[in-house]
């Protein structure tokens, strides 16, 4: 469980994040949507510990970063470690021994290439592989199915379902409904740093339709489309 209490994040004057207030229990899935901008990331990277904040953070398994992983929608890679260094060196950072990293190679990743190599799909999906093999209590995804290949997106929409099975916490932020409908319990709408709308699955629509309001309003028209 991850409990957040009145959480605020400022840049100089801009505040980025209002009095957030929201616990993500475990064995379940939730979906944080919201324009760009609306501090979706931002708040990932607050519980992930990568930002000072005001406020409180708090999880079950101490500490949190320990057991928390963290899948940023462009992860960063040194110029010169191969993608089996990367899961060697992720994994080492949790004292973890794997016999044998190629089995765990699920995407058929070219692991002896350098990772700065890979494409925008093959980073996020070395990236998420190295997580997993971390055996984290928490997860963090930040727009996992971006640059992502069709077959990719269903093993991720699966690894999702296991990931609840096993009694994990996820969260999620995606720009792609559908794929929130297909894996959350609860989808929470952020805008301008402030939840303002929640739902279960059976609210779902609700959501959508009040992002769709948000995001479209009267463009179309001001298009004058013929």
Same mark, same amino acid.
């Given at each position: 469980?991850?409990?957040?209490?009145?959480?605020?994040?400022? +840049?100089?004057?801009?505040?980025?994040?209002?009095?957030?207030?929201?616990?993500?229990?475990? !064995?379940?899935?939730?979906?944080?949507?919201?324009?760009?901008?609306?501090?979706?990331?931002?708040?990932?990277?607050? &519980?992930?510990?990568? /930002?000072?904040?005001?406020?409180?953070?708090?999880? @079950?398994?101490?500490?949190?970063?320990?057991?928390?992983?963290?899948?940023?929608?462009?992860?960063? *890679? *040194?110029?010169? #470690?191969?993608?089996? /260094?990367?899961?060697?060196?992720?994994?080492?950072?949790?004292?973890?021994?794997?016999?044998?990293?190629?089995?765990?190679?699920? *995407?058929?990743?070219?692991?002896?290439?350098?990772?700065? @190599?890979?494409?925008? !799909?093959?980073?996020?999906?070395?990236?998420? @592989?190295?997580?997993?093999?971390?055996?984290?209590?928490? +997860?963090?995804?930040? /727009?996992? +199915?971006?640059?992502?290949?069709?077959?990719?997106?269903?093993?991720? @929409?699966?690894? #999702?379902?296991?990931?609840?099975?096993?009694?994990?916490?996820? &969260?999620?932020?995606?720009?792609? *409904?559908?794929?929130?409908?297909?894996?959350?319990?609860? #989808?929470?709408?952020?805008?301008?740093?402030?939840?303002?709308?929640?739902?279960?699955?059976?609210?779902?629509?609700?959501?959508?339709?009040?992002?769709? /309001?948000?995001?479209?309003?009267?463009?179309?028209?001001?298009?004058?489309?013929?």
């Amino acid at each position: 469980m991850i409990a957040i209490q009145n959480l605020h994040k400022s +840049y100089g004057s801009k505040q980025v994040l209002q009095n957030i207030n929201i616990q993500f229990e475990a !064995g379940k899935v939730y979906g944080i949507v919201g324009e760009n901008g609306a501090g979706k990331t931002t708040l990932f990277r607050c &519980i992930a510990g990568l /930002e000072d904040y005001t406020g409180t953070i708090s999880s @079950t398994q101490q500490p949190l970063k320990e057991h928390l992983g963290l899948l940023l929608t462009d992860p960063f *890679f *040194f110029a010169k #470690i191969t993608g089996r /260094e990367y899961l060697q060196l992720l994994c080492n950072a949790r004292n973890i021994a794997i016999a044998d990293i190629d089995s765990r190679n699920i *995407f058929d990743l070219p692991l002896n290439q350098y990772a700065a @190599t890979y494409s925008t !799909g093959m980073k996020k999906k070395l990236a998420l @592989t190295a997580i997993l093999i971390q055996q984290n209590q928490y +997860y963090i995804l930040d /727009e996992p +199915y971006n640059g992502v290949d069709i077959q990719s997106n269903i093993i991720i @929409t699966e690894i #999702i379902h296991k990931l609840k099975e096993l009694g994990k916490t996820v &969260i999620i932020s995606s720009h792609i *409904f559908s794929t929130l409908r297909d894996t959350c319990d609860e #989808i929470h709408l952020l805008k301008d740093g402030i939840f303002t709308q929640s739902a279960q699955r059976d609210g779902f629509s609700e959501i959508e339709q009040a992002m769709k /309001e948000s995001s479209v309003g009267n463009k179309l028209e001001r298009l004058l489309l013929q």
